[in-house]
C-alpha cells in the first residue's frame, strides 16, 4: 500500500510545536501534502528540509508568514513543477508537483492550496479567477499524466460536506458558483474525489476544517475543505480513508488514503 496523506498545516512552525512531527513518525505515511507552510526558504534551511525521514518539497509565497505548499515523500522524484503558469498565483506559492516517472508511466503527486474568499469580495473575486484558470490546467495535465491532487480546496461541494449548509449558503466556501466549479471538474474534466468514492454518504464524520471561533471543533461544526482528487485509473486503486482527530496539530484534520500502487 502506498499511505498519501494530506494537511492544512495552518503555518509548520505552529504544527511541529504541536506534534505534528512525532505524529508523522509513528503514522509512517509514504508522502504528505501539506499546505499553508507559512514560511520561507530560510525559515526551513536546518530544520523543516525532512519531517520524520520524509524529505520535503516546496513552493514559497513571496509574502512573507503567508501560504506555500510542500510534499513530502519517501521516493525521489523524476522532476519537481514549482508553480502552475499563473504569475499572479505562482507569487503566492500555491501548487508544487512531484512527478515519478519510468519507462511506460507517468505519475505525479501535487500539492495545492486553492484561495479563499472569506476575508471579502477582493479575495473571492481572486478565488474566481483561480478557479477559472486552474480547471483549464487539470484537464490539459490529466490528458498527459496520472496524477493525485491532495489540498485544502476551500470548498464544501455538497451539503454533506458541512454541518450548518443552509445558513452558508452565501459564505465563502459554499458559494453555488464554487459548488458548480467542482461539479463540473468531477462531472466534466473526469477528476474523482477519492474520499466520496470511498465513503459517499459520511456527513459528520467527514468534517476536515473547524473555525477557530466559538466550540466549532468542540462541537463538530465542521466543514470538509481537504480532498484527494485523482484520475481515474489511481483513484480506482483507493482502497482505505483515514480523518485524523485524535490529536489537533491545526484547524484542519489529516486526511490519509491507501492506495494499492506503488511508485
Excluded at 145 to 172: M, P, T, Y
Amino acid at each position: 500500500m502506498f499511505k498519501l496523506t494530506s494537511l492544512n498545516l495552518n503555518g509548520i512552525r505552529s504544527a511541529t510545536s504541536k506534534g505534528v512531527e512525532n505524529w508523522l513518525a509513528k503514522h509512517e505515511p509514504d508522502c504528505i501534502c501539506v499546505q499553508e507552510v507559512k514560511a520561507q526558504a530560510p525559515d526551513v534551511s536546518g530544520r523543516f528540509e525532512e519531517l520524520a525521514g520524509l524529505r520535503g518539497h516546496f513552493h514559497f509565497a513571496e509574502k512573507k508568514g503567508y501560504s506555500g505548499v510542500a510534499v513530502y515523500t519517501r521516493h525521489e522524484p523524476s522532476d519537481v513543477v514549482v508553480g502552475w503558469g499563473s504569475p499572479e498565483f505562482d507569487a503566492e506559492g500555491r501548487y508544487v508537483e512531484l512527478r515519478f516517472d519510468r519507462p511506460g508511466r507517468k505519475l505525479s503527486l501535487i500539492s495545492a492550496y486553492f484561495p479563499s474568499g472569506s476575508s471579502g469580495e477582493e479575495r473571492q473575486q481572486a478565488k474566481f479567477r483561480f478557479l477559472a484558470g486552474f480547471e483549464p490546467h487539470l484537464r490539459a495535465l490529466k490528458k498527459k499524466r496520472e496524477f493525485i491532487l491532495c489540498g485544502d480546496v476551500n470548498i464544501a461541494h455538497k451539503e454533506q460536506d458541512l454541518k450548518n449548509w443552509r445558513s452558508n449558503q452565501k459564505n465563502s466556501g459554499f458559494l453555488p458558483e464554487e459548488r458548480a466549479w467542482m461539479t463540473h471538474l468531477l462531472d466534466h474534466t473526469g477528476l474523482v474525489d477519492v474520499y466520496r468514492q470511498l465513503q459517499p454518504t459520511a456527513t459528520d464524520t467527514a468534517y476536515t476544517w473547524w473555525s477557530n471561533r466559538g466550540q466549532a471543533y468542540t462541537n463538530n461544526v465542521g466543514w470538509r475543505l481537504d480532498y484527494h482528487l485523482a484520475t481515474p485509473a489511481l483513484a480506482a486503486l483507493a482502497r482505505r480513508e483515514a480523518i485524523y482527530k485524535a490529536e489537533k496539530f491545526s484547524d484542519h484534520a489529516p486526511i490519509t488514503i491507501d492506495y494499492e500502487m506503488s511508485l
